[in-house]
C-alpha cells in the first residue's frame, strides 16, 4: 500500500465528489509527467516500449564540443565547413492527452476506502490537472452502460473541468440494477480510434474485466501510433477473499452465506486473480503498453508523486 498524502483529497465513499476532483488540481502541481515514458517503459517487460509520438524536433547546428553524442554529427555541414558540427533537438512539450475514462457496473465496487469507480474518477483528475500544467492538451472519454461523452483535447482548464462534470455525472449514475446493453470497454476503444489524432498521450482507467479480442484489435491500432499507458483499478477483495469466517453476502435478490476458512478455495481464489492479471499483461505487452495496478487502498497523489517524482 502506498503512503497517503494530505496534499490533496482522498477518494471515499461509493460516489465522487466534484469539489474534491477539482480539488487535485493542486495536488498535481508536483507531478512530473513529462517522465512518464522514461519511468513506465521498464513495466512493458521485454518487450520494447515504442513512443511512437513525434517527441523530439531538430532546434539547430552548432560546432561539435566535447561529450556530444556522435551519432548527432550533422555529416554534410561538417563536410563544407571542415570542423565538425552536431545536431541539436529539443523535446515537443505539447501533446494532446486523451483519458478513457470507465465508470461501467463492475467499477461500482469496494470494500477499502472507496470504490473502484471512485478510484477511478480522482485517477484521472490527477492525470487531466498534471497534463494541463504542463501545456498540453486535454480531452477524454467516459463511459458507462449505454451512454458515454466525449471531451474533444484543448488547453484550457474550461475543458478538464467539463472533462471532470462528465465523470462525476456517470459516477452519479451507478447503482446495482444492470444497465442496458451498450458501451464497455471494446466500445470505447474503437470510439477512441476515432478521435485520438497521431502521437496522442493516452491513459486507459478501468479494471479491464471486459476487454477481450476485439479490444486488443482496437489497441493494436491505437498503439500504432499513440502513447498508452493502461492502469488497472482493482480492490483488495478481488485480490484475496477476506479472513477465514462465515459471511453473508447478497447480490440485493438474493442472500447467502459464504465460508472462507477453506484453504483450497483461498489459493484458486488467488490465482484467478493472479492470472487475470497476468493475462492482461500478456495482452498488452507486445504493444508495448505498461500496466499500473491502484488499490483502492491507495493514495492516487502519492503513488504517482512516487512513481513519476515531483518537480
Not at 466534484?18 to 480539488?23: E, I, K, P, S
Not at 512539450?93 to 477499502?112: I, Y
Not at 458507462?144 to 466525449?150: F, K, P
Not at 476503444?189 to 493516452?202: F, H, T
Amino acid at each position: 500500500m502506498v503512503a497517503r498524502t494530505s496534499l490533496a483529497p482522498e477518494p471515499r465513499g461509493a460516489y465522487s465528489e466534484l469539489a474534491d476532483l477539482v480539488r487535485l488540481r493542486y495536488g498535481a502541481r508536483d507531478l512530473k509527467l513529462n517522465r512518464q515514458r522514461k519511468t513506465f517503459s521498464p513495466l512493458v517487460g521485454p518487450h520494447q516500449s515504442r513512443f511512437r509520438g513525434r517527441g523530439i524536433e531538430f532546434d539547430e547546428v552548432r560546432a561539435y564540443q566535447a561529450g556530444d553524442d556522435i551519432r548527432n554529427i550533422d555529416w554534410r555541414v561538417t563536410a563544407r565547413s571542415g570542423r565538425p558540427h552536431t545536431k541539436l533537438f529539443h523535446e515537443e512539450r505539447e501533446r494532446p492527452v486523451l483519458l478513457l475514462v470507465d465508470q461501467g457496473l463492475p467499477m461500482f465496487f469496494g470494500s477499502r476506502n472507496c470504490f473502484k469507480s471512485v478510484q477511478a474518477a480522482h485517477v484521472a483528475a490527477l492525470l487531466a490537472w498534471a497534463a494541463l500544467q504542463q501545456n498540453d492538451r486535454v480531452g477524454g472519454l467516459v463511459f458507462c452502460g449505454g451512454d458515454r461523452a466525449e471531451v474533444r483535447p484543448q488547453r484550457s482548464a474550461k475543458t478538464v473541468l467539463q472533462l471532470l462534470r462528465d465523470i462525476n455525472a456517470f459516477n452519479r449514475r451507478l447503482h446495482r440494477q444492470l444497465p442496458p446493453a451498450g458501451v464497455g470497454l471494446c466500445e470505447a476503444l474503437e470510439e477512441l480510434r476515432r478521435i485520438a489524432r497521431p502521437g496522442s498521450n493516452i491513459f486507459l482507467v478501468s479494471d479491464f474485466r471486459n476487454c477481450h479480442s476485439e479490444g486488443k484489435k482496437h489497441l493494436h491500432q491505437l498503439s500504432r501510433h499513440n502513447d498508452i499507458s493502461a492502469i488497472q483499478i482493482y480492490d483488495p477483495l478481488e485480490q484475496e477473499l477476506p479472513p477465514a469466517g462465515s459471511y453473508s453476502v447478497t447480490d440485493g435478490a438474493r442472500r447467502t452465506l459464504l465460508f472462507t476458512g477453506n484453504r483450497d478455495l483461498r489459493h484458486r481464489y488467488q490465482q484467478s486473480f493472479a492470472q487475470k492479471t497476468d493475462n492482461l499483461r500478456q495482452l498488452l505487452g507486445p504493444m508495448g503498453i505498461p500496466l499500473l495496478q491502484v488499490s483502492t487502498l491507495d493514495s492516487p497523489l502519492a503513488y504517482f508523486r512516487t512513481l513519476l517524482g515531483t518537480r
